[in-house]
């Protein structure tokens, strides 16, 4: 199947990996691809030459699949090198999913920011019952008909199931970090909204920036208000951050997690900004009548939605609503224990 292209950005490496396979795209830098089992159908990451081993940046979804993919690479491209470190950019589980796997096959010390920490420590260690309950009761009060599956991806049985476990080693990454990969130095770029402590890495003297899921180039990141924090405003956060990477160099190479690796930076930033400004105009327009988050999501999708992809669409259609909430252009009201929004 032909690749989806943005016809606005432009594409300068001309080879792309199939899954399993490498493509050095400038010395020392390259791009692997991974199988992923979801309609993203595949993961980028990256191997970075460090010193007499490597730096790899994300891992892959936790499945026998990748696990053979990477078999292939560790004898097609490591060789007798080691993976020294290994960053994570967030804690979703294509990204961290093999981190612990990882690090138990090759020694390498374990790098995150604190908030993917934290995250993959709620998730894995669920238990609370108590907590259950208090979040299915928030899917309960917006009407969510397909409950089971909810109740499923709150227990974290979902997230268990595709992540290899906690890493031990871990290190701590912080926003605006410098850290040396190799001959480089690599900025640490903190993003918030799609993930918290989103770890995008600029460097300037490849003119690179690893954009994680911050930035993709022909589809738009998931956005969502999660159960455990249903009052927060991610879509303001994850706007806001695109401040960080607007002052990046207009021809900066961009490594994306998902899609080709491309040039036009600004362009798709101002694309994303505007697909989720259309959104909220349409969010608020459809809400002059009153509206439960669960009548807007399929009028907002204009799909049915199912299984996990269900689940990030009522997030994201919650991170509109919020949004708009916060802003004061909307309100919520709770009528027999169901909130409506309205304005
Ligand atoms: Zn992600």
């Not at 078999?71 to 994570?88: A, P, Q, T």
């Not at 918030?192 to 990141?221: F, R, W």
């Not at 021809?251 to 694309?271: A, M, N, W, Y």
């Amino acid at each position: 199947m032909q690749e989806k292209i943005n016809p606005n950005l432009r594409h300068p490496i001309e080879a792309t990996p199939e899954s399993g396979e490498a493509v050095e795209i400038q010395k020392g830098v390259y791009w692997i691809r991974l199988p992923v089992p979801f309609e993203l159908n595949h993961i980028n990451v990256w191997l970075l030459e460090d010193n007499d081993g490597y730096t790899l940046v994300d891992t892959g979804i936790s499945s026998n699949k990748t696990c053979a993919a990477w078999e292939r690479i560790f004898k097609d491209v490591i060789k007798e090198k080691s993976i020294n470190r290994i960053i994570v950019t967030h804690f979703h589980p294509d990204h961290f999913g093999l981190a612990h796997w990882l690090c138990e096959r090759t020694n390498a010390d374990y790098f995150a920011s604190k908030e993917t920490i934290e995250r993959v420590n709620f998730l894995l260690d669920m238990e609370d019952k108590n907590h259950l309950e208090t979040r299915m009761s928030f899917y309960q009060q917006h009407e969510i008909v397909d409950i089971e599956f909810f109740e499923d991806f709150l227990k974290g049985s979902l997230y268990a199931a595709v992540v290899s476990g906690k890493p031990v080693n871990t290190n701590v990454v912080n926003d605006d970090d410098s850290l040396k990969i190799g001959e480089y130095e690599w900025q640490v770029i903190m993003t918030y909204g799609h993930a918290p402590g989103h770890i995008n890495l600029y460097c300037k003297e490849l003119n690179m920036l690893i954009s994680g899921d911050q930035v993709l180039p022909t589809i738009t990141s998931n956005v969502s208000v999660h159960a455990d924090q249903p009052e927060e405003n991610p879509l303001h956060d994850y706007l806001a951050s695109f401040l960080k990477l607007k002052f990046l160099p207009a021809d900066t190479l961009v490594l994306p997690s998902h899609g080709k690796v491309f040039e036009g930076l600004h362009q798709r930033i101002k694309e994303i900004v505007e697909h989720h400004n259309e959104k909220l105009e349409e969010v608020f327009l459809i809400c002059e009548q009153a509206h439960s988050a669960s009548e807007l999501m399929p009028k907002l999708f204009r799909r049915k939605l199912e299984g996990i992809n269900s689940v990030l669409g009522f997030g994201e259609t919650l991170a509109h609503l919020n949004y708009l909430c916060h802003q004061k252009r909307l309100q919520r009201n709770l009528q027999e224990g169901k909130y409506i929004y309205q304005h």
